[in-house]
Structure formats: structure tokens, C-alpha cells
């Protein structure tokens, strides 16, 4: 088991910036996928960014891509998710989520953290 908590949510305004991270705990050992997602109201959860277990490769989605960067320090067993450029759009609550595929379809990923909200401010 994996458990995951995310951090760093709150209040931005566009054009601004905010960093998420999220603590995993448990069997951080295993090499996993980690990946980014996040939902709005009345919307489905969608793909944000993934990468893989050495932190080699990345992916984003087209909405991101350019303004957000994943990374993680494996040392620390934490993810991050760094937000420049902030539009009203990426209002959301973010969720962290890992496992042993790396794909855009959170049906793949095995375990999810609680969610932190953002919300940007026009």
C-alpha cells in the first residue's frame, strides 16, 4: 500500500504561481509511475502530467504544457507539481496519483491522495 498526501493548495491570482507537492508513505520502495490529475465541478477528472519512476521523462497535457512542471525527489519520497502562469481555467482540486503504468487514464493509477484545492482569481 501507498498512501499520499498532497500540499501547497490555496488562493492565486491569473498570472500567478503556486507549488503543489504530495508525501508519499508505505511501500515507496516500488518503482512507480506518478502523475498529476485534477477535476473541477461538474467535470471529470482529468490528466495533467506524469512522470516516470527516475524522473527522466515527463508528460503533460496540452493545457499545461509550457506552465506546469512535474518533478520528483525520490529521497524524499515527493512528488511536485510547479504551476507558473496560472489562468482561471486551472481552477480545480489536484490530485496526486501512483502507479505501475504511466498513462493519461487515471483508471491506471492504483493509489490517489485526498486532493488539495486550487483556485485562480482573474
Known amino acids: 500500500q501507498v498512501q499520499l498526501v498532497e500540499s501547497g493548495g490555496g488562493l492565486a491570482q491569473a498570472g500567478g504561481s503556486l507549488r503543489l507537492s504530495c508525501a508519499a508513505s508505505g511501500r515507496t520502495n516500488n518503482r512507480y509511475f506518478m502523475g498529476w490529475f485534477r477535476q473541477a465541478p461538474g467535470k471529470e477528472r482529468e490528466f495533467v502530467a506524469y512522470i516516470t519512476w527516475s524522473g527522466s521523462s515527463s508528460y503533460y497535457s496540452d493545457s499545461v504544457k509550457g506552465r506546469f512542471t512535474i518533478s520528483r525527489d525520490n529521497a524524499k519520497s515527493t512528488l511536485y507539481l510547479q504551476m507558473n502562469s496560472l489562468k482561471p481555467e486551472d481552477t480545480a482540486v489536484y490530485y496526486c496519483?501512483?502507479?505501475?503504468?504511466?498513462?493519461?487514464?487515471?483508471?491506471?493509477?492504483?493509489?490517489w491522495g485526498q486532493g488539495t484545492q486550487v483556485t485562480v482569481s482573474p
Open positions: 496519483a501512483a502507479g505501475v503504468l504511466g498513462t493519461r487514464r487515471p483508471s491506471d493509477y492504483n493509489y
